[in-house]
């Protein structure tokens, strides 16, 4: 588990192993972190080390009907924001949902095609544990459409279900013998009164510095890389899937 608190305004997010500035910092690498599995379009720019991370730049726009036009300038806004290019960067963090079919897509083919064309490794992170890294058994629900919800429980941020996709009543019948206590993110807020548990305010959309920290042990260790494969649970609204296949990459 790992602090959600984060800095407003789009200035530095840091988590519990955030480290400390200084000269005794070593092995520091610049990773790009990109989520736009919720209605909310995220981009971060983290420096991880030795001894943790700190988010040098941090861009959310809550929007669900525009990540394919918000992403990029968010990109380019933290990059800008941190004074770093593109090739200075050593790797890619990714949401991989779940979520829905279109704006997952947008977050996966971005982080994808610049992992490509800078010859860096992309590693991803499902969306719902960016949620869930909080204290005490929860529930983490966001918003499938179709009035059903991606959801998992977790026990201090380790998850005790696989993501899954049901319909709210199910889901509060579901976790019942869990022991689950509270609930979080946006599809809890939407359906608190189907979900019948005490919905805490925040976090509602994945943390950039949860992304960061669930894929900082890949990123020094320098593991290969990763073939970003979305994780939809189900049919897109509009458009048939064939089996799951990776992005790109």
């Known amino acids: 588990?790992?602090?959600?608190?984060?800095?407003?305004?789009?200035?530095?997010?840091?988590?519990?192993?955030?480290?400390?500035?200084?000269?005794?910092?070593?092995?520091?690498?610049?990773?790009?972190?990109?989520?736009?599995?919720?209605?909310?379009?995220?981009?971060?720019?983290?420096?991880?080390?030795?001894?943790?991370?700190?988010?040098?730049?941090?861009?959310?726009?809550?929007?669900?009907?525009?990540?394919?036009?918000?992403?990029?300038?968010?990109?380019?806004?933290?990059?800008?924001?941190?004074?770093?290019r593109s090739r200075d960067l050593s790797a890619i963090v990714a949401g991989v949902g779940p979520g829905p079919f279109t704006g997952l897509r947008v977050g996966l083919v971005t982080a994808a095609s610049m992992g490509q064309a800078l010859d860096v490794p992309t590693y991803g992170v499902c969306s719902l544990d960016a949620v869930g890294q909080v204290e005490g058994r929860v529930l983490v629900a966001t918003d499938a459409r179709r009035r059903e919800i991606y959801w998992a429980a977790y026990d201090g941020g380790t998850p005790l279900t696989e993501p899954a996709v049901d319909l709210p009543a199910v889901v509060a019948e579901r976790v019942a013998a869990l022991g689950v206590t509270a609930a979080v993110g946006e599809g809890a807020h939407r359906y608190a009164d189907v979900l019948g548990l005490p919905v805490r305010d925040e976090p509602r959309y994945p943390l950039a510095d949860a992304l960061v920290a669930l894929a900082a042990e890949r990123v020094l260790a320098k593991a290969p890389t990763e073939r970003l494969t979305p994780l939809y649970l189900r049919r897109p609204d509009a458009v048939a899937q064939a089996a799951r296949k990776p992005v790109l990459r």
């Open 1 to 84: 588990m790992i602090d959600g608190a984060r800095a407003t305004g789009g200035g530095e997010e840091r988590g519990v192993g955030a480290a400390a500035k200084g000269p005794d910092r070593v092995h520091i690498v610049l990773v790009l972190v990109v989520d736009s599995s919720t209605p909310a379009v995220t981009a971060a720019l983290a420096e991880v080390s030795d001894d943790g991370f700190a988010l040098r730049a941090r861009r959310r726009i809550v929007d669900a009907k525009a990540h394919g036009e918000l992403l990029a300038p968010a990109v380019d806004a933290v990059l800008g924001e941190a004074g770093v």
